[in-house]
């Protein structure tokens, strides 16, 4: 309750700082309104558009909060200026912690099982920047009783097919040392057969590694859980006929990182693309329909998420609290100007943004085909496309002195009232 109370005076004496700057003739509350609202607007600019205008905008981005900066030095306030920032950033930091302590703790159950006897490890050596190799992965795992079989060529290696072979050879566990799409094919055929899978976070991002409490750092440690682990039962995300284990995403995301340039320049592509997808001159027409409400027309942006994400993540590049609710976290961004640009700071109440719970995702298009983005790989899929859920049907093993990853919370004006008045925060939804 304490940090909410550090939270809501250090919010006022942020207020009183500008109060203070304002009286000696200077507005500075209405100056740092302004500089605010010209940063906002200019980012949405620069975002939406190119040429001429995106210029102007970066100027207008920058010169904002510089003008502000230098008439604070002009009329001798930027010693108030720096209090309220300061004063506003352990705010947001103590805010954030209280209604994250006030919220209860969200972990998956597990139970014991047996360790595996026959293991069967698919590992990929250029995945994460050659991390099989830097952890001596291989090695450590064949010590520990694992057959391990490498995706190197020559050709592209069909992984389901080769998790299909270990389960031939009698494996009674698969695991995966790559990124998360690949993770997500073998995840596929272990709850097919009903057997245990393991996670190596030998990926870029290994988002999923990371909801199931792994350390990203050290990949090796997952295979603690060969001699010395839980299981936990997880849902699976499913779309047409593929698995996905984080999320599914569409419009402007999908449409960037099926670009052939994506992959080399990453900054670039999603500038050069964005101003044409952001006002609806690229891409198809979105029809999104979720469950039984009424259908969502012409999403810019949408993701589809086994199991929601926290909220305020909208890219789907935060965490999940739970794997195991048996529902779709569904997220719609509709942004058509500066103003809707500008709200989506509010995160979860957001005009612009809907946020759903589902069994079932129905997205169609005004073309044949669109392109998805499926745990991080980009793919072009005909309409419509179904997104479901599979409740509890991934066994997961892991270490047993696994960290959980620590939550996070939205900085929310109305849970820190509750907190602090020693009321509980409003529950968490998708």
């Not at 952890?135 to 795992?141: I, S, Y």
């Not at 044949?368 to 997104?387: F, K, N, S």
């Given at each position: 309750?304490?940090?909410?109370?550090?939270?809501?005076?250090?919010?006022?004496?942020?207020?009183?700082?500008?109060?203070?700057?304002?009286?000696?003739?200077?507005?500075?509350?209405?100056?740092?309104?302004?500089?605010?609202?010209?940063?906002?607007?200019?980012?949405?600019?620069?975002?939406?558009?190119?040429?001429?205008?995106?210029?102007?905008?970066?100027?207008?981005?920058?010169?904002?909060?510089?003008?502000?900066?230098?008439?604070?030095?002009?009329?001798?306030?930027?010693?108030e200026l720096a209090?309220?920032?300061?004063?506003a950033a352990l705010?947001?930091?103590?805010?954030?912690?209280?209604?994250?302590?006030?919220?209860?703790?969200?972990?998956?159950?597990?139970?014991?099982?047996?360790?595996?006897?026959?293991?069967?490890?698919?590992?990929?050596?250029?995945?994460?920047?050659?991390?099989?190799?830097?952890?001596?992965?291989?090695?450590?795992?064949?010590?520990?009783?694992?057959?391990?079989?490498?995706?190197?060529?020559?050709?592209?290696?069909?992984?389901?097919?080769?998790?299909?072979?270990?389960?031939?050879?009698?494996?009674?566990?698969?695991?995966?040392?790559?990124?998360?799409?690949?993770?997500?094919?073998?995840?596929?055929?272990?709850?097919?057969?009903?057997?245990?899978?393991?996670?190596?976070?030998?990926?870029?991002?290994?988002?999923?590694?990371?909801?199931?409490?792994?350390?990203?750092?050290?990949?090796?440690?997952?295979?603690?859980?060969?001699?010395?682990?839980?299981?936990?039962?997880?849902?699976l995300g499913r779309?047409?006929?593929?698995?996905?284990?984080?999320?599914?995403?569409?419009?402007?995301?999908?449409?960037?990182?099926?670009?052939?340039?994506?992959?080399?320049?990453?900054?670039?592509?999603?500038?050069?693309?964005?101003?044409?997808?952001?006002?609806?001159?690229?891409?198809?027409?979105?029809?999104?329909?979720?469950?039984?409400?009424?259908?969502?027309?012409?999403?810019?942006?949408?993701?589809?998420?086994?199991?929601?994400?926290?909220?305020?993540?909208?890219?789907?590049?935060?965490?999940?609290?739970?794997?195991?609710?048996?529902?779709?976290?569904?997220?719609?961004?509709?942004?058509?100007?500066?103003?809707?640009?500008?709200?989506?700071?509010?995160?979860?109440?957001?005009?612009?943004?809907?946020?759903?719970?589902?069994?079932?995702?129905?997205?169609?298009?005004?073309?044949?085909?669109?392109?998805?983005?499926?745990?991080?790989?980009?793919?072009?899929?005909?309409?419509?496309?179904?997104?479901?859920?599979?409740?509890?049907?991934?066994?997961?093993?892991?270490?047993?002195?696994?960290?959980?990853?620590?939550?996070?919370?939205?900085?929310?004006?109305?849970?820190?009232?509750?907190?602090?008045?020693?009321?509980?925060?409003?529950?968490?939804?998708?």
């Open positions: 309750m304490w940090l909410a109370w550090l939270a809501i005076l250090s919010a006022l004496a942020a207020v009183a700082a500008l109060v203070i700057g304002s009286r000696s003739g200077f507005g500075l509350i209405f100056a740092v309104l302004i500089a605010l609202v010209a940063v906002l607007a200019g980012t949405w600019w620069y975002l939406s558009h190119a040429g001429l205008v995106r210029l102007l905008a970066a100027v207008v981005v920058i010169a904002a909060p510089t003008a502000l900066i230098v008439a604070c030095i002009v009329r001798n306030r930027l010693g209090a309220a920032v300061a004063l705010s947001l930091s103590a805010g954030r912690a209280a209604i994250v302590s006030a919220r209860p703790p969200t972990r998956m159950p597990e139970r014991s099982t047996p360790p595996p006897r026959r293991p069967f490890l698919i590992m990929n050596p250029r995945s994460g920047g050659g991390k099989v190799g830097k952890f001596d992965l291989v090695a450590r795992a064949t010590a520990l009783g694992a057959h391990v079989e490498l995706l190197e060529g020559p050709g592209i290696v069909d992984v389901a097919e080769l998790a299909r072979q270990g389960m031939a050879g009698g494996a009674d566990l698969l695991g995966v040392a790559g990124g998360d799409g690949t993770q997500a094919l073998v995840a596929g055929i272990a709850a097919e057969n009903d057997i245990p899978f393991l996670v190596i976070s030998a990926g870029t991002r290994n988002h999923f590694a990371m909801d199931l409490g792994l350390d990203r750092e050290k990949p090796d440690a997952g295979l603690e859980a060969l001699t010395d682990g839980l299981e936990l039962c997880l849902d779309i047409n006929d593929r698995t996905f284990v984080n999320n599914a995403s569409f419009g402007v995301y999908a449409e960037v990182v099926q670009s052939p340039a994506y992959r080399d320049d990453k900054r670039g592509t999603t500038l050069r693309m964005l101003p044409d997808l952001l006002n609806g001159r690229r891409g198809p027409r979105l029809v999104v329909r979720v469950d039984d409400l009424p259908p969502i027309e012409a999403p810019q942006a949408l993701l589809v998420s086994n199991n929601p994400y926290e909220a305020g993540d909208l890219a789907g590049l935060g965490r999940r609290a739970r794997i195991d609710a048996g529902s779709l976290g569904v997220i719609a961004v509709m942004v058509d100007s500066a103003a809707d640009a500008v709200e989506l700071l509010r995160g979860r109440k957001a005009s612009g943004v809907r946020r759903l719970l589902a069994h079932e995702v129905v997205v169609d298009a005004d073309v044949d085909e669109i392109p998805v983005g499926v745990d991080g790989e980009a793919l072009m899929l005909q309409t419509p496309v179904r997104c479901t859920i599979r409740p509890r049907v991934l066994r997961v093993r892991v270490p047993r002195n696994r960290v959980q990853a620590p939550a996070t919370a939205q900085y929310d004006v109305g849970d820190l009232l509750r907190v602090a008045l020693n009321r509980p925060p409003a529950a968490q939804s998708g």
